[in-house]
């Protein structure tokens, strides 16, 4: 018999609810989380988060490993006092992402660009099936 205080919380899955089916990229990429978090139980190394690196590459060049959740701390205020909260990601205006989208931001504001290859596929060439996103891709260029 449970004896303690209960509370729910509740999720919004607006967006999350419209999205496609997930790309061979998706499904590799979770996968690999998923099997690099069972590791880490299994080694009872709590307290981490699963990370798979090096995403731009082949899924069999990827780095799984390890990140300590106390290495993502940050000490800020909240609610008058000092809290430890994961940092928030914000959008790196000097990173690449950011500004390929300064630079086709004017013609967007007047005409359409979507990126849209045709449905997702699943079986075919690697440089087909297995694309990273576009944002990664960009964040990852030398």
């Known amino acids: 018999k449970y ?16 999205c496609t089916a997930p790309s061979n990229y998706d499904a590799d990429y979770c996968y690999s989380l998923g099997y690099t978090a069972s590791r880490l139980i299994a080694y009872g190394k709590t307290g981490y988060m699963s990370s798979v690196r090096n995403t731009t590459k082949a899924a069999k060049d990827w780095i799984a490993g390890g990140v300590p959740i106390t290495m993502m701390m940050n000490m800020e205020r909240r609610h008058g006092e000092m ?7 914000l959008v790196d205006l000097k990173g690449r992402p950011f500004k390929n989208f300064v ?17 997702i596929q699943y079986f075919g060439p690697t440089e087909v099936c ?10 990852s260029a030398k």
Do not use: C, N
Request: glycine share 8%; net charge positive.
């Open 103 to 119: 630079s086709k931001r004017a013609a967007w504001a007047i005409q359409t660009d979507y990126v849209y290859p045709g449905p």
């Open 3 to 18: 004896i303690g205080k209960f509370a729910t919380q509740t999720h919004f899955f607006g967006y999350e609810g419209l």
């Open 130 to 139: 297995d694309e990273p996103s576009k944002t990664l891709k960009l964040e």
């Open 83 to 89: 809290k430890p909260v994961i940092q928030k990601a």
